[in-house]
């Protein structure tokens, strides 16, 4: 078992920047690919960013790529969201997922990822 914290969440203005914290315990070798989704109110999930602590390679929706970056500390087992320039459409709910490896039908593919955390809400106000 893998438990996920996310924190870091709030209310901010359109441009601002916020970062996100996903803290696991456990049996992190569970948890070794990790990714970032977010869920907007009456919209479907949507995966945002992806990471493996195994190698350096990320991905990133079209939607955040050039303002969020994903990255780990996986001394602190925590990944984290950088996320810069902010507009009214990031408003969503935040959550972090993790699985062993790699999922096999795409980094977004949500039904493969075996943990989840409780999530962080997001607001960005114009």
Known sequence: QVL???SGGGSVQAGG????SCAASGDTNSGRY????RQAPGKEREGIATASTRSATTYYANSVQGRFTISQDNAKNTLY??????KP???AM???A???SRPMGGVFAETEY???GQGTQVTVSS
């Not at 920047?17 to 996100?20: A, E, F, G, Q, T």
């Not at 969201?81 to 902010?86: A, D, E, I, K, V």
């Open 98 to 100: 993790a699985r062993a």
């Open 114 to 116: 075996d943990y989840w």
């Open 34 to 37: 990790m990714g970032w989704f």
């Open 94 to 96: 935040y959550y972090c």
């Open 89 to 91: 459409e990031d408003t």
């Open 81 to 86: 969201l950088q996320m810069n320039s902010l």
């Open 4 to 6: 996920l914290v996310e």
């Open 17 to 20: 920047s916020l970062r996100l």
